[in-house]
């Protein structure tokens, strides 16, 4: 039981985690990443398409990294070339790769109908020795391969921005982009590139969904999971790790709310069914409130003005 | 959010084919979709009525993918640009069909899976609950284990209700003591989510899953074949996903429910209200249990479960097996 309900919430979390390890890259560096749950789905898009066209998942994982980074450089251009207003392009994008997604992939069938492209899905790597522990091997060593992606980059994220010159720079940017620049690096490059790695990363999650889990793009398949990210982000405080628990609590909250179901409750679906959002208010509304935002999140930085 | 999106979409995908003599015999059909015509499921379902109605001759348009905020203005739109029946492909078109059909008389309002009308707003459905019954029966059949899930959407829709109640009937019409649970999830269109969900099942003792979710169903069908239990689809191509864990398919005729009920409501049959197509209306019988173009059954189903469930059809053709499920049996749970 205990070791169902973990192995179901570390699977939920998997995507979360891709896309908020995306985003913190980009928020850290001071771009609010409103766009994610777009780049998710962009990716998810990509990645079916090129497996379904090359019959290589390899292949498939590239194009949705890129997929995402497509997203993101309409975010670069438009918030670090134009200074447009970071969660209006966010949510703009995210709209964008809706239709967009929906619209291509019946450009893919005959009379612009939707086709079903059906793509073989990424199978689960045990580990050898490890996934026979009891209880830690199902939960964490009998995963598919992008499961362990996730904990490996949280794990780099984490070590990359805290000890590196590279990682100190982006933060900076984030909280002082002027000192960046007084240093003579371009902290506008520095949030762009950070921009291109969130979309690359967002894309890989929702590469999760359709190449790892489902097998097929339908539309909108991400349904809110980008925005679940950005509440783990917060939640997270912005700290790759404590964001990876995030993704993991919010995932145990989707996996208890599957299983209260199956128990005979006198309350409606509908209630259970909100808990996940719940608790991510909640949490919101008590880790939220001490939680600092980088400093300079969402100042625009216009070549001109300096 | 999603509706910017979608109306940028219905205006590219709608496609109206002006017919070739646009004579007094052929009319104007539009059909509103709630999701994508490529999900395998309740949205192709419908549209390939659209496509029967076509080919005899119709002038037919369609819009994807219609959130609740446009169901009124898109019916408006179709019913000022003259077609008749306006078909809504979900209950969920029904109150819009109410507050749409006393402006526009002269329009028929076609509710697929509605649950009511009246003058000009028509609900049709194919009976949920004889198709969900057999389904039950054979799953109370297939098990070892004494336990049965089913995942679903909507709880509470009239249509769910007769159809996860049909089911829970079904199983325990053959097995009084097995346990049947069933998941509603927020969505009837996410794989992932429906994955999860039947996962959760099969980890609580299922071994056999079935229900009832739109593009979310392939994901159920996906969570069978990783953890080799058996499953009921919703269409031809859930047979195509997992070819030895599939037992059959509720596979929809919504094509022969639309002709039939288009061919009804001019030959002046049907009326404002509440009409389902089942084993009971043999011109059209809404749906039936396929595993594949030649077969109702998965080889794995022993022939005698076969043939019970062959003989529970004509006893609800005769009339004599009526099944009327409540809101209970189609409760949340076990």
């Known amino acids: 039981m205990i070791e169902d309900i973990l192995a179901a919430s570390v699977r939920i979390g998997t995507p979360l985690l891709f896309a908020a390890l995306g985003g913190l890259l980009s928020e850290r560096a001071g771009v609010f990443a409103v766009g994610l749950e777009g780049m998710m789905l962009a990716g998810a898009f990509a990645g079916v398409i090129a497996t379904w066209l090359t019959s290589s998942l390899g292949l498939g994982l590239v194009a949705s990294a890129a997929g995402g980074m497509a997203l993101a450089l309409v975010v ?134 359709s190449l790892q889990q489902v097998g097929t793009f339908t539309d909108g398949m991400t349904n809110g999971r980008g925005y679940i990210a950005l509440a783990a982000i917060i939640v997270g405080r912005w700290r790759p790790m404590a964001a990876l628990a995030a993704c993991v609590v919010f995932g145990a909250a989707d ?22 959002y719940l608790v991510a208010l909640a949490v919101l509304a008590g880790v939220g409130r001490s939680a600092r935002l980088p400093a300079a999140i969402g100042v625009p930085l216009l070549r001109e003005r300096k | 959010m999603r509706k910017l999106a979608v109306a940028l979409l219905a205006a590219v995908v709608a496609v109206a084919t002006p017919s070739a003599g646009g004579s007094a015999q052929s009319g104007k059909v539009a059909m509103l979709l709630p999701g994508s015509i490529n999900d395998q499921s309740w949205n192709a379902a419908g549209y390939a009525g659209l496509q029967k109605l076509k080919a005899q001759g119709m002038e037919v348009a369609y819009s994807e993918n219609v959130q609740a905020a446009d169901h009124i203005e898109a019916m408006k739109d179709y019913a000022r640009r003259g077609f008749s029946p306006i078909i809504g492909h979900s209950g969920r078109f029904l109150s819009a069909a109410q507050r749409v059909g006393p402006e526009f008389e002269k329009t028929f309002f076609l509710v697929g899976s509605g649950s009511g009308g009246a003058k000009n707003v028509i609900s049709i459905d194919i009976a949920n609950e004889q198709f969900g019954y057999l389904v039950g029966v054979l799953a109370g059949r297939m ?88 499953a009921t689809g919703r269409s031809l191509g859930h047979t195509a996903i997992a070819p030895e864990r599939v037992l059959t ?81 189609a409760r949340g749970g076990a």
């Open chain 1, 76 to 209: 670069v251009i438009a918030t670090q070339r134009y200074g447009a207003d970071q969660m209006v392009t966010g949510l703009a994008v995210n709209i964008l790769a809706l239709g967009l997604t929906s619209f291509l992939l019946r450009g893919f069938g005959a009379r612009g109908e939707a086709p079903v492209l059906r793509v073989p899905t990424l199978a689960p790597w045990p580990i050898p020795w490890l996934a026979d522990l009891p209880v830690l091997g199902a939960v964490l060593f009998r995963q598919p391969p992008l499961t362990y992606a996730g904990i490996v980059l949280a794990l780099g994220v984490a070590v990359w921005l805290a000890r590196t010159r590279a990682g100190l720079t982006l933060r900076a940017a984030g909280e002082n982009p002027y000192a960046v620049f007084a240093g003579g690096t371009d902290p506008v490059r520095v949030r762009a590139l950070a921009i291109v790695a969130c979309g690359a990363i967002a894309g890989l999650g929702g590469a999760v969904l």
């Open chain 1, 255 to 276: 996996a208890l709310q599957l299983r209260v179901q199956g128990f005979r409750l006198p309350v409606s679906s509908y209630v259970i069914q909100m808990t996940p």
């Open chain 2, 143 to 230: 098990t070892k284990t004494g336990k049965v899930g089913a995942v679903a959407g909507l709880e509470g829709l009239p249509n769910m209700i007769a159809s996860m109640g049909g089911f829970r009937l079904g199983v325990k019409s053959v097995k009084p003591e097995a346990e049947v649970r069933v998941v509603y999830l927020q969505s009837m269109e996410d794989p992932a989510a429906a994955k999860e969900a039947a996962f959760s099942l099969i980890a609580a003792g299922a071994d056999v899953v079935a229900g009832k979710l739109n593009a979310g169903h392939a994901g159920l069908i996906q969570a069978a074949k990783e953890k080799g239990v058996w």
């Open chain 2, 249 to 329: 398919n509720i596979n929809e005729k919504w094509d022969e429910v639309y002709v039939a009920a288009v061919g009804d409501l001019k030959g002046g049959k049907i009326t404002g209200g509440y009409h389902a197509y089942g084993y009971h209306t043999p011109a059209a019988r809404g749906a039936d249990l396929q595993y594949n173009e030649q077969r109702g059954f998965n080889t794995a189903v022993p022939a005698a479960v076969a043939t019970e469930i062959e003989g529970l059809k004509k006893k609800m053709a005769s009339g004599e097996l009526k099944v009327k499920p409540t809101k209970d049996d």
